[in-house]
């Protein structure tokens, strides 16, 4: 498990396949089948990469792990093409939540000349208002509990915490899928929170299929 900005972490739970399982969903069409990979496989894998030929992209699988703060996760989960997810839900669960509060340098300035996103400097007073965040992530633990503890069930209770609070949820997707989604996730525009788990996942991944990741994350 690879623990990311204090609480999060990224974890890999499984994996189907391998780059030989995209070599013969590739040759299957002319009914052919390797039994090891070769050199040429990976020269048939940058072909089918850098032509779009993506379907056997498809068929390996990777199931991870996640938890990450709900407004990252959102971010995350307008991946949908690809993936199957199941998340903790704060109608049964009651136990404390976690919540993300940045670090020294999280408090970015807003950049005038982007419709989204941040500079990479900070606000003047940060300290400050880093000050007023961890305040703010307590009250609305310390309501909660209360909420809990007054006979409000969980799933009204939930409504006063915030979008720092930590999600867990398990992900399943395709080899694909992922390339697709760490290709945007991990460029430069993107929030710098998120490119933290994209960085993690893309890691993880390129260790159990290297030569068609490589590839994947190559193409446009």
């Known amino acids: 498990m690879d623990l990311l900005d204090g609480k999060g972490s990224v974890e890999l739970l499984d994996t ?17 089948e390797s039994t090891t990979f070769e050199p ?25 792990r996640l938890k ?24 049964y669960v009651d136990t404390e939540p976690e919540c993300y509060v940045p670090e020294d340098g999280g408090l970015r300035e807003r950049d005038a000349n982007k419709k989204q996103g941040s500079k990479d400097s900070p606000i003047a ?12 992530a307590n009250s609305s633990m310390q309501v909660y509990n209360d909420l809990l503890k007054a006979g409000v069930a969980p799933e009204i209770a939930r409504g006063v915490l915030p979008q720092s609070m930590y999600t867990e949820f398990i992900e399943t997707g395709s080899l694909y899928a992922y390339a697709r989604l760490c ?24 260790v159990k299929f290297p030569v068609s990741w490589k590839a994947l994350m190559k193409s446009s």
């Open 16 to 32: 189907f396949g391998n780059d030989l399982t995209v070599v013969n969903a590739a040759r299957v069409s002319f009914a052919k």
């Open 183 to 206: 290709r945007l996730r991990l460029d430069p525009q993107a929030q710098a929170e998120i490119r933290v788990y994209a960085d993690t996942v893309s890691k993880l991944i390129e």
């Open 68 to 91: 990450m703060p709900i407004y990252v996760a959102r971010e995350w989960f307008r991946h949908t093409v690809g993936f199957a997810r199941n998340e903790v839900s704060r109608r």
């Open 40 to 64: 040429r496989d990976e020269k048939l894998i940058e072909y089918l990469a850098n032509h779009n030929h993506i379907t056997p992209f498809f068929h390996p699988q990777i199931r991870l």
């Open 125 to 136: 007073l940060e300290g400050v208002y880093l000050s007023i965040i961890k305040a703010h």
